[in-house]
């Protein structure tokens, strides 16, 4: 049988070597049943052992091979090769990261910014003492944007993630508001004093791209024009009514 | 001037702002922007329009709908400046250049109505 | 400011990242790429573009409220002043200008009425409503306004 070939054309960058990435150009086997990560693994298995690239699960959970393919972000696990026939693909490590090395980005801002969010469930009587009981249509408030697997496609395809490096980004600005909407959190008056600032929710300007891009439907563009609103009726609040706040602070 | 206090009161007028504009606006610009002046519809009288703009609901309508829509404009246009042209280091001028807009439009607006 | 050979100097988590292109030495990482943004990044996809479109029907907002302003002082001015501004306002390139505008404020409406359910999470009985039963009654009153306006307007 006659498995038809496509050229992939790979970022290489090797910190040692390199002043900038270049692409290289591989061509590949496309089976039906292959996706980018496979042809990936062709490539460093039978062709070009010095690639590098992040992977895992093979099964979109893990969030760790999120690549450009064409310029756009897509997971490698769930991403087929076939649908780019006749080719060429061009592969690319995620856009507004700064590279290490090949397909591998360097992910340590992010993490700092996820931890600032406080994506834990906040208790004023301490965590883990007795149940919390949670009706399905309380779960479902926040199900959908607790699906993130911090791939990082969203801050790929955000612009203003790369122009403004202070912004916190889509998936972060989604997960605090994951727990915000959790019936058995209380953290959102903290969370809000940490977000409603220009580099938290307010230097969003609805794009869009990161809930287009999201792979498993989280809707961080949804997520946070609704944490604006909540944001926005607070403030006009405080603003309104200076007098009326402290009493609410508990 | 963009903190945390202030944020929440200029989104809240960009909303606003695009509410009215998106319902208001486009019927308004047509008419004498294009109807009348393509002469789709016949002209409004002087005499007429004199009497619609001397109602206290059209004055206050279209002091809202002057105000309302510049501080949208002045908010979407100052961070399409920013990311657009990554002038963010020019954070003050365009914070003014904006919301001088929208304040002296709002002030106009408010003179225009009561000097009818 | 190059730190090229402080190969030791531990990670920073970087609160405030360093806007730099220049590559950076660090530990486990000798040297970053750091992509530049082009200052036209918005050409970049299609996407981009309408987001910039979008929101650059904001000027078209100023425009039209400025003329509002303008037509407003015109008809408070005298029968002389209303006649001039109706002048001006048929000639070929403010036709051509009110035009281009009507049509980014179009798609300002449109954006505005398509987006308002995504900002909006509204419940009821717990189930999201969905977003026609949103953005449905912002157009019916779109219209309904419109007409009002056209109907007070042109019975003068």
């Not at chain 1, 949804?222 to 402290?246: D, N, V």
């Not at chain 3, 970087?14 to 806007?19: G, V, W």
């Not at chain 3, 036209?40 to 996407?47: E, M, Q, R, T, V």
């Not at chain 3, 036709?95 to 505005?112: G, K, R, Y």
Request: charged content about 15%; glycine content about 6%.
């Amino acid at each position: 049988m006659n498995t038809p070939m496509i050229e992939m054309q790979v970022a290489r960058y090797s910190p040692e070597r390199d002043s900038q990435p270049y692409l290289q150009r591989f061509e590949v086997p496309v089976k039906p049943e292959w996706v980018i990560l496979d042809a990936l693994n062709y490539i460093k298995d039978k062709l070009d052992g010095t690639l590098t690239f992040r992977w895992s699960c093979r099964m979109g959970i893990c969030g760790s091979c999120g690549y450009m393919v064409n310029n756009e972000p897509k997971l490698g696990c769930a991403t087929f090769l076939s649908q780019y026939l006749p080719g060429p693909i061009k592969i690319e490590p995620l856009r507004n990261f700064p590279v290490v090395r090949d397909l591998v980005v360097e992910i340590s801002d992010f993490l700092e910014k996820l931890k600032r969010v406080r994506p834990w469930l906040i208790h004023e009587n301490g965590n883990g003492a007795g149940e919390y009981l949670q009706t399905p249509s309380q779960l479902e408030e926040f199900r959908q944007h607790s699906m993130c697997i911090n791939c990082l496609l969203c801050y790929a395809a955000c612009p203003i993630s790369g122009l403004d490096p202070v912004f916190i980004g889509p998936a972060a600005l989604a997960l605090a508001q994951r727990y915000n909407k959790d019936s058995r959190d209380e953290g959102a008056e903290e969370r809000m004093a940490i977000l409603s600032h220009p580099e938290g929710i307010w230097g969003c300007t609805f794009v869009g791209e990161c809930t287009k891009v999201c792979p498993k439907h989280v809707d961080p563009a949804g997520a946070i024009q609704q944490y604006k609103l909540a944001a926005a009726m607070e403030g006009m609040k405080q603003f309104l009514m200076p007098w009326g706040h402290r009493q609410e602070e508990r | 001037m963009v903190n945390k206090e202030t944020e929440p009161i200029f989104w809240t007028l960009f909303s606003a702002g695009g509410v009215v504009a998106a319902l208001f606006l486009p019927a308004q610009l047509f008419l004498f922007g294009i109807a009348v002046p393509l002469g789709w519809v016949h002209v409004p009288t002087h005499a007429g329009m004199l009497a619609l703009l001397q109602s206290p609901i059209t004055r206050i309508y279209l002091l809202v709908v002057c105000s309302l829509p510049l501080f949208h404009f002045a908010h979407r246009f100052r961070y399409t400046l920013y990311d657009g042209l990554q002038i963010k280091h020019l954070n003050e001028m365009v914070f003014a250049g904006c919301y001088g807009v929208a304040v002296v439009g709002t002030l106009l607006a408010a003179y225009l109505v009561v000097t009818v | 400011m190059s730190r090229a050979g402080q190969a030791r100097a531990p990670i920073r988590p970087s609160a405030a990242p360093q806007p730099e292109t220049a590559p950076t030495y660090t530990e486990f990482h000798p040297r970053w790429y750091r992509p530049p943004i082009s200052t036209y990044w918005w050409l970049g996809k299609s996407a981009y573009v309408k987001f910039i479109l979008r929101e650059l029907s904001s000027v078209a907002v100023a425009w039209a409220v400025a003329l509002l302003l303008v037509q407003i002082r015109a008809i408070s001015s005298g029968g002389d002043a209303y006649t001039r501004f109706l002048h001006r306002m048929s000639s070929p390139w403010m036709i051509a200008i009110n035009i281009f505008a009507f049509a980014f404020l179009m798609l300002h409406s449109i954006t505005w009425f398509n987006l308002a359910p995504k900002a909006m999470a509204v419940r009821i009985r717990g189930i999201r409503v969905p977003g026609l039963l949103i953005s449905g009654p912002q157009y019916a009153a779109w219209i309904a306004i419109s007409a009002i306006i056209f109907a007070v307007v042109l019975t003068r």
